[in-house]
Each structure stands twice: as C-alpha cells, then as structure tokens.
C-alpha cells in the first residue's frame, strides 16, 4: 500500500509496538489537538476508531481534546458515532459568515454547529456512554485577556506571548487551565500539575457552554461566561495552553498506550508556541504516545498541496462552494489513511512501519 500515513512513537509505546503490534485493548487514552478545520483530514480515521475499531469495548477509554479536537470527541461519544460524525461533519462545512464577521456572529454559528451534532440526547448519550469517556482543556482568561474589546484583548494576548517566548512556565499570570472532566471515571492524566488547574466535572447543564468555551479563539470568537461548576470568568480557547497537549497522558507505571490521530508530524505545546520552533514538548509526556499523522507525500496529494486550514474562511470568502468543494475533497482522501491503517494493524506490519519519535 502507499505510504500515506506515518506512525511515530515514544520510547515506551515504541518498544511495546514493535513486540506486539497494535490492539484496541493497548490504547488507554487518546489525544486531539485543536487547529480548526485541519481535522477533516482525520474524519475517516476517527469513522474507523469510533465506529469500527473500538466497538465493543468494555474498559473505559479516555478522550482528551480542546477546541476542535473536543467537538470531535464530542461527536464521536454519541450512540452512533458514524451518524453523529456526519452529522457534524455537514454542520462543519455549511458555515456561513458575512465579509466581516463579528466575534458574536462567529460565536453563534459555532454554536449553531454544536447544537446540530449534539441535537436531542446527545448530552446526555456522552454522560452515559459505556466506555468512552470525554474530557477536554478550556482557560479561564485573566488580566486584559478578559475584555472583549479586541484592542484591549490584543494588548493582552501581546504581553502573553511575549512572555510565553520567554518561558511556558509564565502563562498561568495570563489564562488558568481548566480541564472538564466524565464524572464517571477520573482520568490517568487528572493529576496533571505543571501548571495551576481547575477542575470541573461535565454534566447536562455545563456541557454545552464548556464545549464552546474550548474552541473560543481569543479575538476571533467571544468568551464563555457562566459555566455551572467552573469559577466565575471569561473561558477561551483551550488550545491556548493545550495546543497540541503536552501533558503526562498516563502514570508513569501505566504500560498503555496514548493513541494520538494527529494532522501534523509535530507537537506545538501552546497555541502561542506556533513559531518557537526552539518549543517542543517534553520527552516523558510524550513516552507512551503512538502519533499517527499523514504523510508530506499525502499532503502534497491534496488540493492547494495542504491540509485544510482558518485561512480558508478568508482565501473562499466569497466562494463558499469552493472551499466545500475543497474540504469534501479532503474528507474523501483520508478515506485512504483510514485503509491504511486498518491494514497496518490487521497485517501487523505496524511493526515494521513504526520509527522513533524525536524532537
């Protein structure tokens, strides 16, 4: 088969694969970055894990995403996964915004997007789901990353990146971690500590907000206020801090495995991190993590020679039916990423197609 996907891990999963392959009953926790409309290039492989490959597990199985990596593990954790992804899919595609959108107007068709995939009992489908368990990063904004006035806004997001170029270690003066969590069953990676963290548990009555809340892109959208269960204040974006999340996925004396479906061959810690390409994440968080992403070959193959991306919004923003044809487009080649790795676990060549990660 072509060489479409890649598959790259720590130095625990790495060793672990190349023993024993690859089975559903390894994989204990998996990650979703936040990037906006780079997932549709995943939307076959998570068709093939939800739908398929993960379909009659009894052990619980942890997500953890933030902004468009939680809406797709938002999606995937109704009773119907396929339907829901198609579901969220078309919701997806069919945005519409003026020549000049306000962050209100963002805001509300973004809501408008989550209220077409969770339509129904679907809040209440991801609280009772037998094995899948949701969670997901927010920040609660601080200084003026409170103000909705965009001048006021961009000041803060300044100082914040200006100091986050300096060190990571300084962002807690700027937004507060908040992960929301199943109450069912904590996850592996609850006790997380390298920076300051709320904790609330997900319910019928905060799910909604919280979701939106994780994919809130500072200046772009609004804030989310009145989460039930979280402190007072202004929630964005999790992929502020929780870009592609560097966290420890699972205690050290875990022999699981993190599954990480990602758009990208590397991990930006932070949202700010983008262009710190001296910024990588730490090599113990990322020990037990298989990153499965596609290939430069794959990305080459696409329309325009890319994943799908924000600027999008902006390159069609008079041709709507363009960028829909472009992202269907997409979505129907990473049904190949799917194939490929459906046949890379079945025939387990995983273990020869397998190569350490490194930073």
Same mark, same amino acid.
């Given at each position: 088969?072509? #060489? #479409?996907?890649?598959?790259?891990?720590?130095? #625990?999963?790495?060793?672990? %694969?190349?023993?024993?392959?690859?089975?559903?009953?390894?994989?204990?926790?998996? +990650?979703? +970055?936040?990037?906006?409309?780079?997932?549709?290039?995943?939307?076959?492989?998570?068709?093939?894990?939800?739908?398929?490959?993960?379909?009659?597990?009894?052990?619980?199985?942890?997500?953890?995403?933030?902004?468009?990596?939680?809406?797709?593990?938002?999606?995937?954790?109704?009773?119907?996964?396929?339907?829901?992804?198609?579901?969220?899919?078309?919701?997806?595609?069919?945005?519409?915004?003026?020549?000049?959108?306000?962050?209100?107007?963002?805001?509300?068709?973004? @809501?408008?997007?989550?209220?077409?995939?969770?339509?129904?009992?679907?809040?209440? !489908?991801?609280?009772?789901? $037998?094995?899948?368990?949701?969670?997901?990063? +927010?920040?609660?904004?601080?200084?003026?990353?409170?103000?909705?006035?965009?001048?006021?806004?961009?000041?803060?997001? +300044?100082?914040?990146?200006?100091?986050?170029?300096?060190?990571?270690?300084?962002? $807690?003066?700027?937004? !507060?971690?908040?992960?929301?969590?199943?109450?069912?069953?904590?996850? =592996?990676?609850?006790?997380?500590?390298?920076? =300051?963290?709320?904790?609330?548990?997900?319910?019928?009555?905060?799910?909604?907000?919280?979701?939106?809340?994780?994919?809130?892109?500072?200046? *772009?959208?609004?804030? *989310?206020?009145?989460?039930?269960?979280?402190?007072?204040?202004?929630?964005?974006?999790?992929?502020?801090?929780?870009?592609?999340?560097?966290? $420890?996925?699972?205690?050290?004396?875990?022999?699981?495995?993190?599954?990480? $479906?990602?758009? @990208?061959?590397? %991990?930006? =810690?932070?949202?700010?991190?983008?262009?710190?390409?001296?910024?990588?994440?730490?090599?113990?968080?990322?020990?037990? *993590?298989?990153?499965?992403?596609?290939?430069?070959?794959?990305?080459?193959?696409?329309?325009?020679?890319?994943?799908?991306?924000?600027?999008?919004?902006?390159?069609?923003?008079? #041709?709507?039916? !363009?960028?829909?044809?472009?992202?269907?487009? *997409?979505?129907?080649?990473? !049904?190949?990423?799917?194939?490929?790795?459906?046949?890379?676990?079945?025939?387990?060549?995983?273990?020869?197609?397998?190569?350490?990660?490194?930073?």
């Amino acid at each position: 088969m072509p #060489n #479409n996907l890649i598959f790259i891990a720590g130095k #625990n999963a790495y060793q672990s %694969i190349k023993e024993k392959g690859l089975s559903p009953d390894m994989v204990k926790v998996i +990650a979703g +970055a936040a990037g906006g409309p780079k997932w549709l290039v995943l939307n076959h492989l998570d068709r093939l894990l939800f739908a398929s490959w993960f379909k009659g597990r009894t052990e619980p199985l942890f997500l953890i995403g933030s902004s468009i990596g939680a809406w797709r593990f938002a999606a995937v954790s109704r009773s119907d996964p396929y339907q829901s992804i198609e579901t969220f899919q078309d919701a997806y595609l069919n945005q519409s915004y003026s020549s000049k959108p306000t962050p209100q107007e963002i805001s509300e068709e973004t @809501s408008r997007i989550r209220d077409t995939f969770l339509a129904g009992t679907g809040v209440q !489908e991801i609280l009772d789901h $037998p094995y899948l368990r949701l969670n997901f990063m +927010a920040v609660r904004s601080k200084w003026l990353n409170k103000a909705e006035n965009k001048i006021i806004q961009g000041a803060g997001l +300044a100082g914040t990146a200006l100091s986050n170029a300096i060190s990571r270690k300084l962002l $807690p003066f700027f937004f !507060e971690r908040t992960l929301f969590y199943h109450p069912k069953t904590p996850p =592996p990676f609850f006790k997380t500590s390298e920076f =300051p963290i709320q904790k609330v548990p997900i319910d019928k009555d905060n799910l909604e907000k919280a979701l939106l809340a994780s994919g809130s892109i500072p200046l *772009v959208m609004a804030g *989310v206020t009145g989460i039930k269960g979280a402190s007072d204040g202004v929630y964005r974006d999790g992929g502020v801090i929780d870009y592609h999340l560097d966290i $420890p996925f699972l205690e050290e004396s875990d022999d699981k495995i993190v599954l990480y $479906p990602h758009y @990208s061959q590397k %991990i930006i =810690p932070g949202w700010l991190d983008k262009k710190l390409t001296w910024r990588t994440p730490r090599q113990s968080n990322m020990d037990k *993590v298989l990153l499965i992403a596609p290939s430069e070959s794959f990305v080459q193959s696409l329309p325009y020679q890319k994943i799908p991306d924000r600027n999008d919004f902006w390159t069609f923003s008079q #041709n709507n039916a !363009e960028r829909i044809k472009y992202w269907k487009t *997409v979505i129907s080649k990473s !049904e190949s990423l799917a194939a490929e790795f459906a046949d890379a676990v079945e025939s387990n060549r995983i273990k020869d197609l397998v190569k350490p990660m490194s930073f």
